[in-house]
């Protein structure tokens, strides 16, 4: 088994403005994080040039259920502000996971949001990123993540245990 995580974070983020400094691997990769189960809430937020804004990794046995609403994503998880190919494998606007063993599960809706990027940027993995994708080794990924969009337009990246080796993780994708 793993590490099972305990507590709770409730967390609500309303009207507020996040962008990164990047410089040198130094920067402010995520604005909302947690591993443990709670209720979070994201509304009426603008995130420009973030590679994470939401990062959201499951690491207990209870439920996170996680609520993003009319929130507008620009530039963020490109590869250009992406640190590194280990990050890029992981960097999208909203990214859900579920890890560790005993295994919990997150439920995710997002509505009335938008995710926008200047031409020539490349997105790392979509808009929404589910599931981890790493397997089995120190991390263990479970498909256990829900997500409902409404009035969002979005591409969404679904990966199951095993769809992702990351360089220094296990076999290195060659």
Request: proline share 5%; net charge negative.
């Amino acid at each position: 088994g793993g590490h099972a995580f305990v507590g709770t974070n409730n967390i609500t983020l309303r009207r507020c403005t996040g962008t990164a400094a990047h410089s040198g691997g130094s920067t402010s990769y995520c604005k909302v994080f947690s591993i443990v189960p709670g209720t979070i809430v994201v509304e009426d937020c603008t995130f420009t040039g973030v590679p994470e804004p939401i990062n959201l990794r499951n690491r207990s046995a209870g439920n996170q259920k996680v609520t993003v609403t009319n929130c507008t994503f620009t530039d963020c998880a490109t590869t250009a502000i992406a640190d590194k190919v280990k990050d890029e494998a992981w960097a999208a606007p909203i990214r859900v996971c579920v890890t560790d063993d005993p295994a919990g599960s997150t439920d995710l809706t997002v509505t009335n949001c938008t995710f926008n990027y200047t031409e020539g940027t490349t997105k790392c993995n979509g808009d929404i990123l589910m599931g981890e994708g790493r397997d089995p080794k120190s991390w263990n990924s479970y498909p256990t993540v829900t997500a409902t969009l409404v009035n969002t337009a979005a591409e969404v990246y679904v990966l199951q245990p095993g769809d992702r080796v990351v360089a220094g993780e296990g076999p290195e994708i060659t």
